[in-house]
């Protein structure tokens, strides 16, 4: 990959004038991507339906169409979920001892709805990540 350049100081003229050129802040655009919003402005929606990514933005035009998500979203949905609910498993376990079906039902419930809730927002921050980088088709 090539090094893009970066100039915090705005000194580069270069830098100023090709907006190609310019390092795109990361921060800023996984927030956007957390809210399944345009990585590049902020305003449009990222998502077309659940999972889906529209073509473009509706309101910038950024393309969408080169971002490969694949099966990234659902490793780190899983693996995020698995992380945040065996401790806690465990804690409910150890400490109230309910009946095996009573905590299985509501750790399936659990699972299910956290899992629902931070796929399509893992996968809006993926692809902002790749549109940060210049990943993919995100360079011209």
Not at 23 to 43: D, I, K, T, V, W
Request: charged letters at 25%; aromatic letters at 8%.
């Amino acid at each position: 990959m090539p090094d893009i350049p970066t100039d915090p100081a705005g000194a580069d003229p270069l830098l100023r004038s090709d907006p190609e050129r310019r390092e795109r802040e990361l921060r800023p655009a996984l927030l956007r991507g957390l809210h399944r919003r345009c990585p590049s402005c902020g305003a449009g929606p990222m998502m077309l339906g659940y999972l889906k990514l529209r073509d473009e933005c509706t309101v910038c035009g950024e393309n969408f169409r080169h971002a490969r998500a694949d099966d990234g979203p659902a490793y780190l949905t899983i693996l995020l979920v698995g992380h945040l609910m065996a401790p806690l498993l465990h804690l409910v376990f150890v400490r109230f001892r309910p009946e095996p079906i009573v905590l299985a039902g509501i750790f399936t419930l659990g699972c299910v709805a956290l899992s629902l809730y931070l796929l399509p927002r893992i996968k809006g921050m993926l692809v902002a990540f790749q549109w940060a980088r210049r990943m993919h088709g995100f360079r011209a």
